[in-house]
Nanobody
Framework: QEQLVESGGGLVQPGGSLKLSCAASGHTFSSYVMGWFRQAPGKEREFVAAISYSGGSLTYADSVKGRFTISRDSAKNTVYLQMNSLKPEDTAVYYC??????????????????????WGQGTQVTVSL
């Protein structure tokens, strides 16, 4: 089985930091584009960040630029999302995803959920006083 499991979510105060992890098993995702998405209640799932198979290309949603950092450790088959300066509007369930079909790191493709084949179960991030 190919599986992605997120962890690291929780409750944090505005301005705080949190680091999410996405551990893969059953398959090596080192050659896949990896992404983070989030979904708040009543809202569509939205793109957060993506990273190329080599880690050399990264892109972020405008709403998180300068605050979030995506990274990956291929040896550990793990992807991370470092979140700093968190805001209440960052509250959502965060999902890790992998794509086996994206060959060109183009924003219009890596930012679209429909291009991702594998998804984690999600981890809740709540930013509140």
């Amino acid at each position: 089985q190919e599986q992605l499991v997120e962890s690291g979510g929780g409750l944090v105060q505005p301005g705080g930091s949190l680091k999410l992890s996405c551990a893969a098993s059953g398959h090596t995702f080192s050659s896949y584009v990896m992404g983070w998405f989030r979904q708040a209640p009543g809202k569509e799932r939205e793109f957060v960040a993506a990273i190329s198979y080599s880690g050399g290309s990264l892109t972020y949603a405008d709403s998180v630029k300068g605050r979030f950092t995506i990274s990956r450790d291929s040896a550990k088959n793990t992807v991370y999302l470092q979140m700093n300066s968190l805001k209440p509007e960052d509250t959502a369930v965060y999902y890790c995803a992998a794509s086996s079909s994206i060959y060109y790191f183009d924003t219009q493709y890596v930012s679209a959920a429909l291009h991702y084949d594998y998804w984690g179960q999600g981890t809740q991030v709540t930013v509140s006083l």
